[in-house]
Structures are given as C-alpha cells and as structure tokens.
C-alpha cells in the first residue's frame, strides 16, 4: 500500500513570497490534514477536510494560508505571502474514517519550508 | 494550543535499557495515542489506548493511561539504538487529535 506522498520535499523562498505544497493521501482515505510542526514543537492541526469538504480550519492563519482538496483526493496548501515564522515542516496526513478522535493518523514526510 | 506534555523533553539511555516516557493532559478524552518521528521524516502511529482501558501491549511497547490524573506512559523495554527518535503523544477528543511537544529519546550503543 503507497503511503502519504508529498512535494516538494524541501522549499526556500524569501519572505513575501508565495509557496504550495501538494498532498496525494493513501488511495480510499476519506479524511486529510495538515499540520504546521515548528523545530522542537509537535505537529499543528491547521486544517481538516472530509471529502472535499472542510471540518475544521479554525487554527488556518486565513490571511495568508489557504488549501484546497479538489475532487476530495489531492490536496495543495498555499502560503502567500510567506513570514519569517512560517518556517517549519507542514506534514500532510490522512486517515480512512473521519477523526472523532478514534483512528490512527498516516503521514507523509513533509515538506521542510524555510523563509529567508 | 497543544494539549499534551511530555516528559523528559529529552531522554539518552544504552541500548537494552528500559524507556519511559510521559505525558499530561488537561481535558477529558476518548482515546490517547502515541506516534514516533524519526529525524527528518513523518510520525508513525505506535499505540493507540482508549479512555475505558489501564494498560495495552505491542511488542516491546506498553502504555498505561490514568484518566483520573490525566497522565499516560509509555514504556520501550530492551532498548534498540534503532528507537532514537522523537516520541508524541496525541490526544484525541470529540473531533480533534492534538499533539504534545515530544520526548526526544537517544539510544546510545
């Protein structure tokens, strides 16, 4: 079974530039999230989808993050325009049954984004 | 906010030795979990321990979770220098699995 695949692996842009990153959770799960991690934290929820609608966005900065899940598949979050302190590793993760806080989530391995 | 904490934040041992983590929480759960992240790579599920059980087993892993003093435990036995890495606790609640800020663990060969 293929795991969470995400792109691109590592990215470096100056501040105020735009960024995305793109998602392709295990084939079937219903249920994907990003997470922000900041060196030393653990994972950050910063938005839920279920399909392709969404659950939860309540910790997405919505000035400046955005995501999509278009056909409730693929997933892409976008960064625009970049601070300093969006530095950090977004971890996209998907589980096959919405998280009422039972199921184990799946992770891909990131995307280490720093902001000069 | 992260709910969870672990403790110690960091952790060195030699291999064959026994591992304990903890981590505290603060509201009620249906279920805590705990994840490994090696270096530069995703969490992997490890163990998951709903609010009705003391204690689960898998392999050299065994968590307890005491729902009264909102703590839970893991414990590596026989320790490996392949189980370096940073472990998390995750809680999980009506809609949401929070993460705690990690014990990084080093085994020492």
């Known amino acids: 079974e293929a795991g969470v695949a995400q792109s691109p692996r590592y990215k470096i842009i100056e501040k105020r530039q735009s960024v995305a990153f793109w998602c392709n959770p295990i084939?079937?799960?219903?249920?994907l999230y990003w997470y922000q991690q900041i060196l030393g934290q653990g994972p950050k929820l910063l938005i839920q989808?279920?399909?392709?609608?969404?659950?939860?966005d309540s910790q997405l900065p919505k000035d400046r993050f955005s995501a999509e899940r278009l056909k409730g598949v693929d997933s892409t979050l976008k960064i625009q325009p970049a601070k300093l302190e969006d530095s950090a590793v977004y971890l996209c993760?998907?589980?096959?049954?919405?998280?009422?806080?039972?199921?184990?989530?799946?992770f891909g391995s990131g995307t280490q984004l720093s902001v000069l | 906010s992260q709910q969870g904490e672990e403790d110690p934040q960091a952790l060195s041992i030699q291999e064959g030795e026994n591992a304990t983590m903890n981590c505290s929480y603060k509201?009620?759960?249906?279920?805590l979990q705990w994840y490994r992240q090696n270096s530069g790579r995703g969490l992997v599920h490890l163990i998951l321990?709903?609010?009705?059980?003391r204690e689960k087993h898998s392999g050299r892993l065994r968590v307890t979770l005491d729902t009264s003093k909102k703590s839970s435990s893991l414990l590596i036995t026989a320790s490996r220098a392949a189980d370096t890495a940073s472990y998390f606790c995750?809680?999980?609640?009506?809609?949401?699995?929070?993460f705690g800020s990690g014990t990084q663990l080093t085994v020492l060969p």
């Open positions: 321990i709903r609010s009705n059980e």
């Open positions: 509201t009620s759960i249906n279920n």
């Open positions: 995750a809680t999980g609640s009506a809609r949401q699995l929070t």
């Open positions: 084939s079937g799960h219903a249920t």
């Open positions: 989808f279920q399909n392709n609608g969404v659950v939860d």
């Open positions: 993760a998907s589980s096959s049954i919405p998280n009422q806080g039972g199921e184990k989530l799946f």
